[in-house]
């Protein structure tokens, strides 16, 4: 194996799944190990691609196309739902002042929620769109043109045209970022600007186990891929959006910038010994609490892992979650419902999400407290 960033080679992997079996990020299970492996260079994340890699992101990979207006929550804020576009796109505009006219691509957009939003607030931009997949294209005809989308490769006037590209979430799933970042290079005008986001292994640990996640970056790893394709002015920003990291990279002429990776690698191998730990975690609880009836708070990545690890999977009666596009839905054929809407009989609740704020949303719950319940999260089991 040799590092998606730096192509360095990296031996051994850091972390091998117990399992054959693994999670995508769309919560779906896949046969395939997950191994991880920690560049000694810049520090990079990486996992195998998947062999149908095309194919997967061309008809499989289908990213919340279940409503026109389906979206993911970002947190709750004094009771009422942030979702993730509505966020992101505060915090694009907080990050770039985009001049009047602007021209902008969303690079592997997929639904291109961000920008269809961001443009009704800003209905002078010229928003382009690329993705390697035809499945969003009703979507994309909503509110661009069909000269200003394109699929799979980009048309050659687009080279040089852009005043900034933006890519949410899309860079950990390229099994080659290099090539990349070097297209995304070309298709600015000289001072045009990158902006993008990817999540962050240490502040959203659940991007260490997912299976088509193929790149795991850091902050080193991201500053040495875009300063390696000739970027400038680099920002990377870990705390403005929780569990990511926000970037911004102008074209421009570069000076080579050095990175010391010592310390994330000391992080990245605490990080695989932390998901031994949560794999036996959740084995020995769910053994400990075998044949009483359990739910799982949380319907996304988290909770999914949760229970695809457990030992007695048959005795959880539903997930919960706080989002109402998620309620009414099945996971691994349990019902998803409201938090209260908790039936009466589940004496344990596994709490599937971030452990960085799951303490918090677990105890803004004042109804769970008279109820009696075990409450186990990833990290250490409460009672």
């Given at each position: 194996?040799?590092c998606?960033?730096?192509?360095a080679e990296?031996?051994k992997?850091?972390y091998?799944?117990s399992?054959?079996?693994?999670?995508?990020s769309?919560?779906?299970?896949?046969?395939?190990?997950?191994?991880?492996?920690s560049?000694?260079?810049?520090s990079?994340?990486?996992s195998?691609?998947?062999?149908?890699?095309?194919a997967?992101?061309?008809?499989?990979y289908k990213?919340?196309?279940?409503?026109?207006?389906?979206?993911?929550?970002y947190?709750?804020?004094?009771?009422?739902?942030?979702y993730?576009?509505?966020?992101?796109?505060?915090?694009?505009?907080?990050?770039?002042?985009?001049?009047d006219g602007?021209?902008?691509?969303?690079?592997g957009?997929?639904k291109?929620?961000?920008?269809?939003?961001?443009s009704s607030?800003?209905?002078d931009?010229n928003?382009?769109?690329?993705d390697?997949s035809?499945?969003y294209?009703?979507?994309?005809?909503?509110?661009v043109s069909v000269?200003?989308?394109?699929?799979?490769?980009?048309?050659s006037?687009w080279?040089?045209?852009?005043?900034?590209?933006?890519s949410f979430f899309a860079?950990?799933h390229i099994?080659?970022?290099?090539?990349t970042?070097?297209?995304v290079?070309?298709?600015?005008?000289?001072?045009?600007?990158?902006y993008?986001?990817v999540?962050?292994?240490f502040?959203?640990?659940?991007?260490?186990?997912?299976i088509?996640?193929v790149?795991?970056?850091?902050t080193?790893?991201l500053t040495?891929?875009l300063?390696a394709?000739?970027?400038?002015?680099?920002?990377?920003?870990?705390?403005v959006?929780?569990g990511?990291?926000?970037?911004?990279?102008?074209k421009?002429s570069?000076?080579?910038?050095t990175?010391?990776?010592?310390e994330?690698?000391e992080?990245?191998?605490?990080l695989?010994?932390y998901w031994?730990?949560?794999?036996?975690?959740i084995?020995?609880?769910?053994k400990?609490?075998t044949g009483v009836?359990?739910?799982?708070?949380g319907?996304g990545?988290y909770?999914a892992?949760?229970?695809?690890a457990?030992?007695?999977?048959?005795?959880?009666?539903?997930?919960?979650d706080?989002?109402?596009?998620?309620?009414?839905?099945e996971?691994f054929?349990?019902?998803?419902?409201?938090?209260?809407?908790?039936?009466?009989?589940?004496k344990?609740?596994?709490?599937?999400l971030n452990?960085s704020?799951?303490?918090s949303?677990?105890?803004?719950l004042?109804?769970?407290?008279?109820?009696?319940?075990?409450?186990?999260?990833?990290?250490?089991?409460?009672?």
């Amino acid at each position: 194996m040799h590092c998606n960033v730096c192509l360095a080679e990296v031996g051994k992997p850091i972390y091998s799944a117990s399992s054959n079996q693994s999670l995508t990020s769309l919560c779906e299970l896949r046969d395939g190990k997950v191994n991880v492996w920690s560049c000694p260079v810049c520090s990079h994340l990486l996992s195998e691609a998947f062999a149908d890699t095309v194919a997967y992101y061309e008809s499989d990979y289908k990213i919340l196309l279940s409503e026109e207006e389906e979206d993911q929550i970002y947190e709750v804020r004094n009771g009422e739902i942030v979702y993730r576009t509505n966020h992101q796109i505060d915090t694009l505009l907080s990050k770039l002042n985009l001049p009047d006219g602007a021209i902008v691509l969303d690079y592997g957009c997929a639904k291109a929620s961000t920008l269809k939003k961001l443009s009704s607030q800003r209905p002078d931009l010229n928003i382009h769109l690329f993705d390697v997949s035809s499945m969003y294209k009703a979507y994309w005809e909503k509110f661009v043109s069909v000269d200003r989308y394109a699929i799979h490769t980009t048309p050659s006037t687009w080279d040089a045209r852009f005043d900034v590209l933006t890519s949410f979430f899309a860079l950990e799933h390229i099994p080659q970022p290099v090539d990349t970042v070097k297209k995304v290079y070309s298709l600015l005008k000289d001072g045009g600007v990158f902006y993008g986001i990817v999540p962050d292994t240490f502040g959203n640990v659940a991007d260490f186990v997912v299976i088509d996640h193929v790149n795991h970056f850091t902050t080193p790893s991201l500053t040495y891929l875009l300063d390696a394709a000739g970027f400038t002015d680099i920002q990377i920003d870990d705390s403005v959006h929780r569990g990511a990291l926000v970037f911004t990279a102008r074209k421009g002429s570069n000076k080579e910038i050095t990175v010391d990776p010592t310390e994330t690698l000391e992080k990245s191998a605490s990080l695989a010994q932390y998901w031994t730990s949560v794999n036996r975690r959740i084995l020995e609880t769910s053994k400990a609490h075998t044949g009483v009836t359990k739910a799982i708070y949380g319907s996304g990545f988290y909770g999914a892992y949760i229970a695809s690890a457990m030992s007695d999977f048959d005795h959880v009666s539903c997930f919960l979650d706080a989002s109402p596009f998620q309620q009414g839905k099945e996971l691994f054929g349990k019902p998803i419902l409201a938090p209260e809407l908790l039936p009466s009989d589940v004496k344990v609740l596994y709490v599937g999400l971030n452990p960085s704020i799951a303490r918090s949303i677990i105890n803004s719950l004042e109804w769970l407290t008279s109820r009696g319940i075990s409450v186990v999260y990833l990290d250490e089991q409460a009672i």
